[in-house]
């Protein structure tokens, strides 16, 4: 077996007791929960219509997390690290566009602006949360994560925070109704789509980020439970992330393009 090229074994999680395909059998079948979770948005997507091209492109690469997660927890080598980091990294920036062109309503040159942004501070988050805390503080090399899950917390908040004035907003509106005064129903229409509309996703979103949470709570400790519990929680992972990817392009789904978003 070549130790040194693309075939050299890799071994990162409790589970793998040796080099066999099936060395990791719980944690390869668990990602069956992303197979799952992609038929279900497929289902979701169908049902609104079948038309969102962007979002049928995020529920392709949630199966492609899966079964790249699965070749890896089973050849276990580092042509199979690939298959599986490539799909979840995919995800996470193709969202993360996703979310400022639908959600927050920027053009796609500001929301690809963004997204480098946030592609260049994910990049140095790791080594910046080493130079801080030291090399221990690792856990389990869950810390390259750690920029996705502030960004659904930090868009998901400012979602509902703009829900929050908006419903304060459309109340004054409804006031001045009341005592006889004029409204601009182009401006209200206009203010709906662009403010109103994409906040039903801030509560999905907080919600995918508490669920993301909890699944990076099992992904770093999975080694260090290792000594009483040798199955590990390596697949509480997959499954509470394949929960994250539903929660995210169901939140997609529910929010389709505005005029800014629908902008070139």
């Not at 930090?154 to 908006?166: E, P, S, T, Y």
Request: net charge positive.
């Amino acid at each position: 077996m070549d130790e040194t090229g693309w075939c050299a074994p890799i071994d990162l999680y409790c589970e793998r007791a040796g080099v066999g395909f099936w060395a990791e059998p719980v944690n390869a079948a668990s990602n069956a929960a992303f197979l799952v979770a992609a038929l279900a948005a497929f289902a979701l997507w169908r049902r609104a219509g079948a038309q969102d091209v962007y979002a049928l492109v995020l529920i392709g690469v949630v199966a492609a997390t899966g079964i790249g997660s699965f070749l890896f927890h089973t050849w276990a080598n580092r042509w199979s690290l690939l298959a599986d980091v490539v799909p979840i990294t995919l995800f996470i920036y193709g969202f993360f566009f996703l979310a400022m062109r639908r959600f927050l309503r920027l053009g796609a040159l500001w929301a690809g602006v963004a997204t480098g942004a946030f592609f260049a501070a994910s990049v140095a988050f790791p080594a910046a949360w080493g130079a801080l805390l030291g090399p221990q503080a690792d856990v389990n090399g869950s810390v390259s994560y750690f920029p996705a899950a502030l960004a659904l917390i930090g868009v998901g908040a400012l979602l509902v925070l703009r829900a929050r004035r908006a419903e304060t907003v459309l109340a004054n509106r409804k006031n001045r109704a009341w005592a006889g005064e004029e409204d601009d129903d182009a401006r209200a229409r206009a203010f709906l789509d662009k403010v109103v509309a994409p906040h039903t996703a801030g509560t999905a979103l907080l919600l995918a980020a508490a669920t993301f949470a909890l699944s990076l709570v099992f992904r770093s400790i999975d080694v260090a439970v290792c000594g009483w519990l040798p199955l590990g929680t390596h697949f509480l992972w997959h499954g509470l992330n394949a929960v994250v990817l539903f929660l995210c392009v169901r939140a997609a789904i529910r929010v389709q393009p505005g005029p800014a978003a629908a902008a070139a």
